[in-house]
């Protein structure tokens, strides 16, 4: 996805070309429900691979942090609204209830601050209820380099 444009073609392209395109989110079957400038909604359907905890039936951890890192990295491209590169720098994970199978997981992640360098993420996933999250998350993300930066302008 080359194309740099900050119109509503560039939310359609992200949306659609996000999952295929990374290849672990393509593989867990992630789909991106909401996306504008001001977050990503993305939903991840129950699978019983997730479950970290046989006996009680409780879904790994693990799976929790990949939907709200990609949910994260989406947001921080939605908010730039142009495709440059960008790594996680910081996640913070605060794991607030048991997430249960038979459920799909949901995450809301919404990129609050933009420096050259830097963006900042907050997010919260959940199953039921959203105002009853899994999880919560605090981010950073490093930006594409400044030279990236003027290439694309």
Known sequence: ???NKTGPQFFDLLRSHFARSIPHIAEIGMRVVALSEQGA???L???PDW???TQRG???TGIITTIVDSASGLAV???QREYLPIATLDLRMDYLRAAVPDKTLYCHAECYRLTRSIAF???HAWQDDESEPVAVS???FMRGSSTLRRKST
């Open 41 to 43: 909604r993305v939903e």
């Open 58 to 60: 409780l879904i790994h």
């Open 138 to 140: 605090q981010s950073t």
């Open 121 to 123: 993420v907050r997010a």
């Open 51 to 53: 479950l970290g905890d």
């Open 45 to 47: 359907p129950y699978r």
């Open 1 to 3: 996805m080359s194309d």
């Open 77 to 79: 491209f939605a908010a």
